[in-house]
């Protein structure tokens, strides 16, 4: 067995908490964020309301690769926040970002893009590519 001076579990964990910290609350409009995970749902309703798609919370389970009761716990905050409304349909929950919301998404989305673009400033794209093979290596191994 290969011993590590840095144990990548720690250091996922330690980046992770530092990201967090630095955007723990992310506010747009009148509305708040509370976490990274209700900003991503932001962004996944941006892109399928981009892409004149239809987002069904069962999409955000795939997605986020999350528990129903988790998505669930997460999408009634963003309602009762006035973020996003849920409506019944023969295929499940559809998932929209509210009206006053819908206002607000060009400033979430360039939010996004900056800490996006923050993260990986100075980074090579060969170093990306590398990174993201890590990453699903690692997570075929937890599987």
């Known amino acids: 067995m290969m011993i590590l001076e840095k144990l990548p579990l720690r250091e996922m964990k330690d980046f992770l908490n530092e990201i967090l910290r630095k955007y723990s609350i992310l506010s747009f409009g009148n509305f708040k964020i509370n976490n990274m995970t209700q900003c991503e749902i932001v962004k996944i309703i ?3 309301d981009m892409k004149d798609d239809i987002l069904y919370q069962k ?8 528990r129903k009761s988790t998505v669930s716990g997460i999408l009634e905050t963003m309602e009762k926040n006035k973020i996003i409304i849920r409506a019944p349909s023969n295929k499940g929950k559809i998932v ?12 979430v989305f360039n939010l996004l893009q900056t800490i996006e673009n923050e993260l990986i400033r100075g980074i090579e794209k060969e170093e990306l590519e590398v990174f993201f093979r890590v990453i699903d290596k690692m997570r075929k191994n937890l599987k």
Do not use: P, Q, R
């Not at 999409?59 to 999350?66: H, P, S, V, Y």
């Not at 929209?96 to 400033?107: F, H, N, R, S």
């Open 46 to 48: 941006i892109d399928y």
């Open 96 to 107: 929209k970002l509210t009206e006053e919301a819908l206002k607000e998404k060009d400033v």
């Open 59 to 66: 999409d955000l389970e795939t997605i986020l690769n999350i």
